[in-house]
T-cell receptor
Framework: KAGVTQTPRYLIKTRGQQVTLSCSPISGHRSVSWYQQTPGQGLQFLFEYFSETQRNKGNFPGRFSGRQFSNSRSEMNVSTLELGDSALYLC???????????FGPGTRLTVT | KNQVEQSPQSLIILEGKNCTLQCNYTVSPFSNLRWYKQDTGRGPVSLTIMTFSENTKSNGRYTATLDADTKQSSLHITASQLSDSASYICVVSEGSGTASKLTFGTGTRLQVTL
């Protein structure tokens, strides 16, 4: 069974640009969560989706948004990029809400 | 505020030696505690998940313990191997256990050397 895949794996953007990251969950999993990981902060929760609906949102500005499609694939978008947005963005999928999460390899975003 | 603190921040040990990583938490109400291993440049991989009633759980050379009274957990690695070099993250789940209710520690960076 294929694991969680994230594309692209690496991305370099400049301040002010916007970026879209993609996550394909494990087949059959209906819940997708997104996290930001930085060296000093650890993993910070961004959003959680289930059946195309955002169930929870973390404490991030409105520049961070996301969505989930009918096939459970998810995308997150960051507009007006700032230097502080440089991080590893991780996606995790689970069969249902509150079930064990399986993480993807992440997308390394660098903002210059 | 819910918090998860891990110690030490980093650790270097010789191959074949044992080590113990610590996790203290203040999350309430407690649902479960998870230990993840994260290799450099990869996503975290689950090692163990423990609920309130479990005080020890093993996964090969990894053994996690939980003391829900003192709100402490430890991860013991036996006979370390070079492949154990990674960050180990303690995660505590509150209440419903959904992703928004997870509190992550900042991890212990373990390096196993020859």
């Amino acid at each position: 069974k294929a694991g969680v895949t994230q594309t692209p794996r690496y991305l370099i953007k400049t301040r002010g640009q916007q970026v879209t990251l993609s996550c394909s969950p494990i087949s059959g999993h209906r819940s997708v969560s997104w996290y930001q990981q930085t060296p000093g902060q650890g993993l910070q929760f961004l959003f959680e989706y289930f059946s195309e609906t955002q169930r929870n949102k973390g404490n991030f500005p409105g520049r961070f948004s996301g969505r989930q499609f009918s096939n459970s694939r998810s995308e997150m978008n960051v507009s007006t990029l700032e230097l502080g947005d440089s991080a590893l963005y991780l996606c995790a999928s689970s069969l249902l809400l509150s079930y064990e999460q399986y993480f993807g390899p992440g997308t390394r975003l660098t903002v210059t | 505020k819910n918090q998860v603190e891990q110690s030490p921040q980093s650790l270097i040990i010789l191959e074949g030696k044992n080590c113990t990583l610590q996790c203290n938490y203040t999350v309430s109400p407690f649902s479960n505690l998870r230990w993840y291993k994260q290799d450099t440049g990869r996503g975290p991989v689950s090692l163990t998940i423990m609920t309130f009633s479990e005080n020890t759980k093993s996964n090969g050379r990894y053994t996690a313990t939980l003391d829900a009274d003192t709100k402490q957990s430890s991860l013991h690695i036996t006979a370390s191997q070079l492949s154990d070099s990674a960050s180990y993250i303690c995660v505590v789940s509150e209440g419903s256990g959904t992703a928004s209710k997870l509190t992550f520690g900042t991890g212990t960076r373990l390096q196993v050397t020859l």
